[in-house]
């Protein structure tokens, strides 16, 4: 049984920093994509950031240049490190995972993705 956890979230001003973690378990799959999403309250849930199992990576266009996607194959844990915050950063953040691999223009889809976290909140207040 995969299980995805996620921490880190926090309150912060516009400007601050944040590290998410997602912590798995019950997954060994050789060939895997790994994904970070977020949802504001009364929107739809956006993709923020990708990372395969071959190291390649691909960020939202609001996210580019800010956000950084990192994984620690030892630890089986993915991270989100969040800078230069902003308000409209503000949601639950979700860690999602599929068990094989993912076509790269694809990495950013929430429908190719078989497992989910239950989610952190990111608060940036202004």
């Known amino acids: 049984q995969v299980q995805l956890v996620e921490s880190g979230g926090g309150s912060v001003q516009s400007g601050g920093s944040l590290r998410l973690s997602c912590a798995a378990s019950?997954?060994?799959?050789?060939?895997?994509?790994m994904g970070w999403f977020r949802q504001a309250p009364g929107e739809g849930r956006e993709a923020v950031a990708a990372?395969?199992?071959?190291?390649?990576?691909r960020y939202a266009d609001s996210v580019k240049g800010r956000f950084a996607i990192s994984q620690d194959n030892a630890k089986n844990t993915v991270y989100l490190q969040m800078n230069s915050l902003k308000p409209e950063d503000t949601a639950m953040y979700y860690c999602?995972?599929?068990?094989?691999?993912?076509?790269?223009?694809?990495?950013?889809?929430?429908?190719?993705?078989?497992?989910w976290g239950r989610g952190t909140q990111v608060t940036v207040s202004s």
């Open positions: 990372i395969d199992s071959d190291g390649k990576t």
């Open positions: 019950g997954y060994t799959y050789s060939s895997y994509c």
């Open positions: 999602a995972a599929r068990s094989s691999g993912v076509p790269y223009g694809a990495m950013l889809s929430n429908h190719w993705y078989n497992y």
